[in-house]
């Protein structure tokens, strides 16, 4: 009973990690991005299997439970992608602009 939460997390990290993998095999996203997001699932299966030995490093940082870093790690992660995200939104917004005012500006010549 008490390692439920660790086989979930587990089966959930192994279920992302072979959605991943469809989704570089279609090509709807680069090796990169595949490699980049297998590193996060990877990481994700080390944190949960050694979740005791992080506490050895967790007095310094004065925090308390495991699962606090973990909260901690994922919302750091959460911002990064987000922001990310903000920006990639911002540059395709200037595209379209762009794109839209060479359209509009054939139309006006023809």
């Given amino acids: 009973m008490a390692y439920t939460i660790e086989i979930i997390g587990i089966i959930f990290i192994l279920a992302m990690s072979y959605l ?11 090796k990169i991005v ?6 996060v699932w990877l990481t994700g299966v080390f944190l949960i299997l050694l979740h ?3 506490n050895k490093f967790l007095d ?7 699962m606090d870093l973990y909260m901690i790690l994922a919302f750091m992660f959460l911002f990064i992608i987000i922001f ?12 379209l602009e762009k794109l839209t005012r060479i359209i509009a500006l054939r139309r006006i010549k023809r």
């Fill in 20 to 30: 991943t993998y469809i989704e570089y095999k279609k090509k709807n996203i680069s």
């Fill in 34 to 39: 595949f490699l980049f997001w297998d590193l």
């Fill in 52 to 54: 005791e030995q992080a």
């Fill in 60 to 66: 310094p940082l004065n925090i308390i439970r495991v």
């Fill in 84 to 95: 990310y995200l903000f920006i990639r939104n911002k540059q395709t917004e200037k595209r």
